[in-house]
């Protein structure tokens, strides 16, 4: 259910998920009650893998809506690994996916302001779930978040967040509430998240469906 902890942090780490269904936020709590959304998973990817030799899981997992996910022993992932070349090869490819998206995410919430952060983190999640890139203008995409969730995800409060959305509708990047994005000019947007080569490559890489 929206809302539930698939798994907490400092919990005894012995399984890993791949997720069916639904969206589920990652993230790391803070003391003071803040948190910092790491990732969004997205249907077909797998979370939960810890470091070789960690017992506690690093991070808690949040069902952002309904979900559904299948939840596998970590031996049976390490036999796997050493008995079935090719699914090393996707398990690397995974495990290269994921560091692809937290080091976009690092750029994202360090280098760019509150607008193309916000827009970023937006056409990011897009591409992933639809495999569309460059994202079309005039198509919508569904995209389950609350104002909260962007906050917590670009490191900005939740009244920044709005005000940022309203900027970016009435400047006509795109328009987002509802848990509805609708793309207003795709190749504005690009401009405004300042894509360069390598951005552009990591997206056409995350187009991709999951692992």
Do not use: W
């Amino acid at each position: 259910m929206p809302g539930n902890y698939i798994f907490d942090e400092f919990v005894f780490s012995k399984e890993f998920f791949i997720l069916k269904s639904g969206l589920v936020a990652v993230f790391q709590a803070l003391n003071d009650g803040s948190r910092q959304i790491l990732r969004f998973v997205l249907p077909g990817e797998i979370f939960g893998i810890e470091p070789t030799g960690a017992v506690h899981h690093s991070n808690t997992a949040e069902a952002i809506t309904v979900t559904s996910y299948c939840a596998q022993s970590i031996e049976i992932l390490h036999r796997f690994q050493c008995e079935n070349t090719g699914f090393a090869t996707r398990y690397i490819n995974l495990l290269e996916r994921e560091r692809l998206i937290l080091l976009n995410s690092l750029t994202n919430i360090g280098r760019r302001d509150a607008l193309s952060r916000v827009a970023y983190l937006l056409m990011e999640l897009a591409v992933r779930s639809s495999g569309d890139y460059p994202l079309v203008s005039g198509h919508s995409y569904r995209l389950p978040l609350v104002q909260r969730m962007i906050a917590d995800a670009t490191g900005l409060t939740v009244i920044h967040v709005n005000r940022t959305l309203t900027k970016l509708r009435s400047e006509g990047y795109l328009d987002f509430h509802d848990g509805k994005l609708t793309v207003l000019n795709s190749a504005r947007l690009d401009r405004l998240v300042d894509l360069g080569q390598g951005a552009h490559a990591a997206l056409e890489s995350l187009k991709s469906e999951g692992y």
